[in-house]
């Protein structure tokens, strides 16, 4: 994990590697940027620590994580720490004890670092209005964002914006092009493999290094763009968005989908030194668990499978959006669209087969979960949240919390994990007993990394 030294006698808070050379006794370390800031700290100008990644550890508290995501969700733009703890069922004064004791900073404060290193970026990178950026960060107003810009960093966001390099300013073909942080060995060719996979039809592609998705902004269609910085410690996000107000959740949503927003490195050493699994970890120890866009996409795509169903429900109740490069041709259906009699009437022209009763009910009941708004389905979603959802199976259950960040998710169903225990020795009947405690608690970067391998060895698809 990014351990940030900040230094006494200067007041400033500094990056690994950052040229700067205090004595050891002056300096304090925190792991996150927003403890350093808490404790009175402003970054530094020559190593700007506000461009590199700082996930939470994989093995934080699960309460912890569960409100981190609603964070991130963006509960805290409007609403308050109190709303936040009986979200995830706390006092709020339990809350921040937590928040203060794992992470070093309270949820406001840390929401409150979030926005504004998330604006900072924008400053350096992009051409964009102070007030477009403002909005975009997830500040309320003007004066809002000018007085935690200057209490963050102790300038203005225009003083900031004249500070940045020349060679900061990124530029599109179109869109808004962004540096999107990730820690030192994060392995993107792995992940995008691991995408490329599992690609929705129409929704997701993957050309050589690049991953391209459509998106849904507030029922106006988006594209985003994924591909390698041009210097290692980011990857290069263009975004092709109707308007920029909350640009800080879009940018959240992808890094939560490529798996940039957690610290795996204590799994990768626990896992290394496996006799069975680790030769498998240490072959690509910077793949991460990826995330998904949504937990609706990702849900129907587990009980459909990768085949023509997914396909054919894309093209039916999706929204068109034509075009677009790279078989891009529709925004993933909007829960609203998945009822139970517009699913029951999908058929594939070419068999004039009908989806089966089993599918539509677990697709509408997954519908409805989103729909409700109420937390039942989310990315966060407890496994007992989860496990109370009607129609889902122990499988599917596991396939879902996966993709969902459940840390302990293992879905052993699955094609190519079955067939990677296969190939390490693992005979699928007794692979069940003998994976139940095994790799805990790393269980889901386990079953990322197996998935994986079994995917390079050509698993057949899923149909």
């Not at 009175?40 to 409100?67: H, M, N, Q, S």
């Not at 000018?146 to 390099?165: G, K």
């Not at 129907?300 to 894309?314: C, P, T, Y």
Request: net charge neutral; glycine share 10%; with cysteine.
């Amino acid at each position: 994990m990014t351990t940030y030294s900040a230094v006494v006698t200067t007041g400033i808070y500094c990056r690994p590697g950052c040229g700067a050379k205090p004595l050891a006794k002056n300096t304090r370390t925190y792991e996150l940027a927003a403890a350093a800031e808490a404790a009175g700290f402003r970054a530094c100008l020559r190593c700007r620590p506000y461009r590199v990644a700082g996930p939470i550890a994989a093995d934080t508290p699960e309460l912890v994580c569960r409100a981190w995501q609603l964070i991130i969700d963006g509960v805290l733009d409007e609403g308050t720490e109190a709303a936040l703890a009986e979200r995830v069922g706390l006092s709020p004064r339990h809350l921040r004890r937590l928040f203060l004791r794992h992470l070093g900073a309270s949820p406001d404060q840390l929401a409150r670092s979030r926005r504004a290193h998330f604006a900072r970026r924008l400053l350096d990178d992009t051409d964009l209005t102070v007030l477009d950026i403002a909005f975009a960060s997830g500040f309320g107003s003007l004066r809002q964002f000018n007085r935690i810009m200057r209490e963050v960093f102790r300038a203005s966001p225009t003083d900031l914006r004249d500070r940045r390099h020349r060679a900061d300013r990124l530029v599109a073909d179109g869109g808004l092009a962004l540096r999107l942080p990730v820690l030192p060995g994060y392995d993107w060719d792995a992940v995008r493999d691991f995408l490329a996979a599992r690609a929705v039809p129409g929704v997701e592609a993957v050309e050589g290094r690049t991953y391209r998705r459509t998106i849904s902004v507030d029922g106006a269609p988006g594209v985003l763009e994924v591909s390698p910085g041009d210097t290692a410690g980011h990857l290069l996000l263009r975004a092709h968005l109707p308007y920029w107000e909350g640009l800080i959740h879009v940018v959240d949503q992808v890094g939560r989908l490529l798996g940039t927003e957690t610290d795996h490195a204590a799994g990768v050493a626990a896992l290394s030194a496996d006799p069975v699994l680790g030769p498998v970890v240490r072959e690509r120890p910077g793949l991460a668990v990826p995330g998904a866009w949504s937990a609706l996409e990702i849900g129907v795509q587990e009980v459909l499978g990768r085949g023509r169903w997914l396909e054919a429900l894309v093209e039916d109740l999706g929204t068109p959006v034509p075009g677009l490069p790279g078989g891009l041709t529709h925004v993933f259906p909007e829960p609203g669209a998945l009822t139970r009699p517009a699913l029951a009437a999908l058929t594939l022209p070419e068999t004039a087969s009908r989806l089966g009763e089993a599918e539509v009910a677990r697709v509408a009941a997954l519908a409805a979960a989103v729909a409700g708004g109420d937390g039942a389905l989310g990315y966060g979603t407890s496994p007992d949240a989860l496990g109370a959802l009607p129609y889902l199976d122990e499988d599917l259950r596991q396939a879902i919390g996966l993709r969902l960040g459940q840390r302990e998710a293992f879905p052993l169903a699955d094609p190519a994990l079955l067939a990677a225990l296969e190939r390490l020795g693992v005979p699928r009947t007794g692979a069940a007993p003998w994976t139940a405690g095994r790799w805990r608690p790393w269980r889901a970067l386990a079953a990322a990394h197996l998935m994986a391998y079994g995917e390079r060895h050509r698993v057949p698809s899923r149909t």
